[in-house]
């Protein structure tokens, strides 16, 4: 009984400290992108609009045409 209580713990504890350390990670990720957001190029962001408005019109063509 105390040895499955150990393992029981150990396991969560080695879950714990590896959640914190995905959670550690993502926001020093997030700070790096943030701070040095000028880095990366945002040339496409104006053609976003037009690009789905086409996929959308492509998608719902080709809907209309599967339907008859």
Same mark, same amino acid.
Request: proline share 0%; aromatic share 8%.
């Given at each position: 009984?105390?040895?499955?209580?150990?393992?029981?713990?150990?396991?969560?504890?080695?879950?714990?400290? +590896?959640?914190?350390?995905?959670?550690?990670?993502? #926001?020093?990720? %997030?700070?790096?992108? $943030?701070?040095? &957001?000028?880095? +990366?190029?945002?040339?496409?962001?104006?053609?976003? #609009?037009?690009? %789905?408005?086409?996929? $959308?019109?492509? &998608?719902?063509?080709?809907?209309?045409?599967?339907?008859?």
């Amino acid at each position: 009984m105390d040895q499955g209580i150990t393992v029981m713990i150990i396991g969560m504890a080695t879950v714990f400290a +590896f959640l914190i350390l995905l959670i550690l990670a993502i #926001n020093l990720t %997030s700070s790096y992108f $943030i701070k040095h &957001a000028d880095r +990366f190029d945002d040339s496409n962001s104006g053609h976003k #609009n037009k690009d %789905s408005k086409i996929n $959308i019109a492509i &998608a719902l063509a080709a809907i209309k045409a599967k339907r008859g």
